[in-house]
């Protein structure tokens, strides 16, 4: 059964840091790209960022460039999205998802509207003015 786990999720003041990591089962994790996406309160979902697991290139939505990273260890199955500066605009519901293939990439932009073939289950950041 194919399984995406989130966990590093909680409540950090303005400006601090947290990381997120999410753990797959179930399928070749090397063929796969994993993305991270958000929604916070009263607002649709967005993607927040992708790695593609079988050479670690990484995209990321406009508004946390600079401020997240994501990486992966395919030993362990695991991507990781490191979040630092955060803001209180950060506080969302935070989901892994993975897709075959790379990140759906069109001219250099991450189209993270595409389809993704599974979805965790969240994890909630809270962060605090």
């Known amino acids: 059964e194919v399984q995406l786990v989130e966990s590093g999720g909680g409540l950090v003041q303005a400006g601090g840091s947290l990381r997120l990591s999410c753990t797959a089962s179930g399928f070749t994790f090397d063929d796969y790209a994993i993305g991270w996406y958000r929604q916070a309160p009263g607002k649709e979902r967005e993607g927040v960022s992708c790695?593609?697991?079988?050479?670690?290139?990484?995209y990321y939505a406009d508004s946390v460039k600079g401020r997240f990273t994501s990486s992966s260890d395919n030993a362990e199955n695991t991507v990781y999205l490191q979040m630092g500066s955060l803001k209180p605009e950060d506080t969302a519901v935070y989901y892994c998802a993975a897709d075959r293939g790379s990140c759906a990439v069109v001219n250099g932009s991450w189209r993270w509207y595409y389809g993704m073939d599974y979805w965790g289950k969240g994890a909630l950041v809270t962060v605090s003015a």
């Open positions: 790695i593609s697991s079988s050479d670690g290139s990484t």
